[in-house]
């Protein structure tokens, strides 16, 4: 019964449906899929065979440090002085097995912080759309693909909406592929992978658009396999400050080296015999060099990151610990970040002037619409029936049991519409072409037939912020009347907006009509997402700690201003900037800007990567949140890209360093609280090992120098240096930190 990936490309998706035994309009029922996991297995890569246990170990003496003290042994074993091999062989014995031990603990902790963002997909079992774990899926399930989306495994499409596809991480091809659901004909071309359009492979990411299809290869058997192993054989760099630990290693043994030559040429010159000469500088070798020290940095930092996930921040490669105690301005994202994006209609406003006030929150329909005093009750119902269709046809999320699949924004309107007792509006109309909401356009339209009317005329039904909504209309509603739509009208309107707006809400426009260029106007929804609790403080504790913070938002001004002065964001000392004032400014006039903007509105994702640049020129460290789609490439550039774990799309999630589980904004104070505190914690110990390392090496050199007898030998430095300093040191990584320490301004990244 099960296809190959590139045979389901040449069969029709009804063919394909046909042989994997599933209805596509209910999908795979949970028993058969239940089974069918049992017997094919979970959709999932396995990782690589891992190096042998014994290797690893055997890795650990490659570190040149421990090399240095092996050539100590050695040379203890030429002077026949067996009691000082055997100490320094049980001493590099056990630093090498803590080291193996506490490195293994932490690859294990950290392989399992990567199971915390599980990939997710959406479902479609038994008639109920689910979102549930990717590895969950078998062939035969029908998966919906929505933007933003990556592919859960090799899927067939049976529906391509405006669907394109990067493949980049695939195939090379840097621009996303177009996808289309019609079979391919000619079986020779099916082995390039750009040929298969009807085809969404695993682990690529959706770009735009939304599609359906029919999972056909699952985990190993999918076309993705392959490449993922390949990408598991990559190494993870090191860190820098790993890289920091091997300079200084390098550098502490050269300057012992010399010191140890020094004293060796004076002692010579002294007439010593040649033999205790040795036996000292061996003694010197052992005391300069910090045994312990480059695991402590690592075991440090590895705890540090699963001390961040246990705060909800999963950082996803060691250096960002570093780098978070370096960040000076965070740029973030209003809705679902700064704000709960809970997002629920609070009123309606129609184009003739009916007004309401809705009640109620979540996504049900508990709550009430409440016109406000009007003469005529009845015409004021059925504009907001019509306004409230609108918002429910031009849409493309549903509400189950109370709980929302998709867009608040749209679960939202769909509220509001089942408060007003319209519940399957959506199912009286055919959808056949939907031009998807983009942050650029910043509203969505579809193209509708009603089902049961018998003239077969397209209707579009249109739904955005209010300035892109009116260049498309031509008319609006007053009464059960469609009348020119004046420039007057239109101040009216934006001016009817910007006072809802100005309360913190924000604005949807609606409209529809036969075409896209002539729409009529309906009127507008505001929807109330209030800020999250601790927002304020967690902005008032980084702005005492030298962070900037800065509001980046594709919302209107005044509501990204009311929420803006909610959380306590200056915009009486800043400016504010709008991603169309950006467009005018050259490279040098925004840098001139930026640093005195706190609120960046109606802007676009790529307003945020100018923004980005534009910081970082100016000097700063960047740490930049984001969900959409498109913010990928501007939280890649920020020092810190921070996506969200909820909300955000996989897209950003890939790019980001750094994944908010919550979504929440507070978590990324802890995250900078923990990278400050790991760095002041490691420069504490580095300076402990240091100083006894200094003590040690000073004390031998000195009574050399003065003709003394050795005071401590090369054993007796060892085991302090082991049995002293280690444990010490590893408690010092793992302090808590002084609240002071917190307080202090981001540190200067060049020292
Ligand atoms: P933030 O940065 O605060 O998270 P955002 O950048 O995600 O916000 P967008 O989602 O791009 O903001 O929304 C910008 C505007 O687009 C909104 O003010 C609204 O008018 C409109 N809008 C948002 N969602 C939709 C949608 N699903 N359909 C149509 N228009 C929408």
Redesign the pocket.
Known sequence: MLLTTSESSTYSASEVAGRLQVDIRTGLKWTEAKYRSKIIGHNELNVNEEEPTWKKYIEQFKNPLILLLLGSALVSVIMKQYDDAVSITIAIIIVVTVAFIQEYRSEKSLEELKKLVPPECHCLREGQLDTFLARELVPGDVVYLNVGDRVPADVRLFEAIDLSIDESSFTGETEPGRKSTELILSSATNKDHTNMKNVAFMGTLVRCGNGKGIVVSTGERSEFGEVFKMMQAEEAPKTPLQKSMDILGAQLSFYSFLIIGVIMLLGWLQGKPLTEMFNISVSLAVAAIPEGLPIVVTVTLALGVMRMAKRNAIVKKLPTVETLGCVNVICS?????LTKNEMTATIIITSDGYMADVTGAGYNDQGEIHIRNCNNVEMAKSNITNLLEIGAVCNNAYIQNGTLLG?P??GALIAVAMKNGMYATAENYVRIQEYP?S?EQ???AVKCIHKYNNNKEEIFFA???LEMLLPQCTKYMFGTQTVPLTKQNEAEFLAEAYEIGRKGL???ALAKGRSLQDLIYCGLVGITDPPRPLVRESIEMLMQSGVRVKM?????QE?AMAIANLIGIDTIHQQTLSGQEMDQLNEHQLDKVANNVSVFYR?TPRHKLAIVKSLQRTGNIVGMTG??VNDGVALKKADIGIAMGKNGTDVCKEAADMILVNDDFHTIIAAIEEGKAIFYNIRNFVRFQLSTSIAALSLIALATLMGIANPLNAMQILWINIIMDGPPAQSLGVEPVDHDVLKQKPRNIIS
């Open positions: 994202d209003k809705t679902g970040t867009q924004t749209e909401f942050s910043k509203m969505m739904k955005g912020a924000r604005v949807l980046v938002t594709g919302d209107a509501t802007v969900d959409g």
